[in-house]
């Protein structure tokens, strides 16, 4: 074990613990012209360092935010953006500690969920998380694929300049609203390093519809070059990073638009919802093939009372659930879940899981039912998956939108 100590990071760490963050993940560190455009998206609050000295070791990183839940409301989130572990100190319970202090100031904030993106998916688990929404990577193939004509037309799609996008896609991201469980709000420290930078840099190009009301969507996207010496020509692909609409017409258009593009041999999309359509907008829905199907969003309850509480349930009858949390005991009891909402009950327990699998049930995306074939959650009545079922699952898939 390594001797180190946890506590909150200070002002004048900032950079320091950036700097570990982005070795742990292998990218270079920060320059000072870079940290001088992005610095201002990392402060300290709501980070907990590990240090040998006055050298950090390990961080762990969050901001709070809004997250939609199933039945249109939003709850309190806390979004967990960074944690990495210097390569030589791994393995010595530097992130347990760390991790284990996050979530205690998460319960003590008042936190109802936290949420992030795994980048090692066997990690996570451990300390409560579920995989609760996921993703589909798109490759459409051009010039062959078009959108039949029974889709929705309308509208005009101009590209942004640069000062333009950095001005005008904050507004319109919260105008088109979370309108999808999984979406999160991007509070002002996201768009400087997820968006801002790259626009600025002519590394992604944006353009937007507009419709009867005005704006209405956006797409993100790089232009990835395919030519080689055996094929001169190859066109581009088109990458997209980021695409909202308020409504299907202007996703559409959105699509069209990139279906358009001349001198293109495709477009890739990673983490579109599983159950956008694409595929069948097409003349020939072979066009579009999925690639993959990824976990997106992890998922975790933190107080299991008011996470249950605040989101909407399906019309079966109630189900008792035993949830166990070894992280935060204070979660440990029986929640009785139905039409009219839940809350602890000393009742027998319908179907037992741990905070984990809750977390993978909360959004809608995985059925009790398929959670306890799994293994996943232990029934003790029968009848008991199918209400669950019912009560949790939700028409439209949870999916988040948001790299973080």
């Not at 609203?177 to 790259?198: A, T, V």
């Not at 699998?357 to 039912?369: F, N, P």
Request: aromatic share 6%; net charge negative; glycine share 10%.
């Amino acid at each position: 074990m390594t001797a180190f100590d946890l506590r909150p990071i200070t002002e004048e760490e900032r950079r320091s613990t950036f700097d570990v963050l982005r070795r742990a993940l292998h990218t270079q560190r920060v320059t000072d012209e870079r940290w001088a455009r992005v610095g201002e998206s990392w402060p300290a609050a709501h980070k907990f360092g590990a240090f040998e000295g006055s050298s950090p070791i390990g961080i762990v990183s969050s901001y709070d935010t809004e997250l939609a839940v199933p039945g249109g409301r939003t709850l309190p989130v806390a979004a967990v953006e960074g944690v990495g572990v210097r390569p030589d100190r791994t393995r010595r319970g530097v992130l347990t500690a760390m991790m284990a202090a996050q979530l205690a100031d998460f319960a003590a904030r008042g936190m109802p969920l936290a949420v992030l993106h795994a980048s090692e998916p066997t990690i996570y688990g451990r300390f409560g998380y579920g995989s609760a929404a996921l993703g589909k990577t798109l490759r459409v193939a051009r010039p062959a694929a078009r959108l039949h004509e029974r889709v929705a037309a309308g509208g005009e799609v101009r590209l942004l300049s640069p000062e333009e996008a950095v001005k005008e896609i904050p507004g319109l991201y919260r105008r088109i609203g979370l309108h999808r469980p999984g979406m999160i709000g991007r509070p002002e420290q996201w768009w400087p390093i997820s968006h801002d930078r790259p626009v600025v840099d002519g590394e992604h190009l944006v353009a937007v519809h507009s419709g009867p009301d005005g704006d209405d969507g956006f797409v993100v996207y790089a232009t990835v070059s395919r030519r080689r010496f055996e094929a001169p020509d190859d066109g581009a692909v088109l990458d997209v990073h980021d695409l909202h609409a308020a409504n299907p017409r202007a996703r559409a258009a959105l699509w069209r638009y990139l279906l358009s593009v001349d001198l293109v041999s495709g477009v890739h999309a990673r983490f579109r919802p599983v159950d956008e359509p694409l595929a069948l907008m097409l003349t020939d829905h072979r066009h579009a093939a999925t690639l993959a199907v990824e976990d997106d969003l992890w998922l975790r309850p933190v107080d299991v009372a008011a996470a249950l509480a605040g989101r909407t349930y399906g019309t079966a009858g109630p189900v008792v659930l035993a949830v166990t949390d070894r992280q935060l005991p204070a979660n440990t009891g029986h929640y009785e879940v139905g039409p009219d909402g839940a809350r602890r009950t000393d009742a027998a327990a319908d179907l037992a899981l741990d905070v984990d699998t809750l977390g993978m049930l909360y959004l809608g995306h995985w059925s009790a039912t398929t959670l306890a074939e799994a293994g996943r959650v232990d029934v003790r009545d029968p009848a008991a998956p199918g209400r669950a079922d019912e009560l949790f699952t939700t028409r439209t898939a949870p999916w988040c939108g948001t790299h973080f």
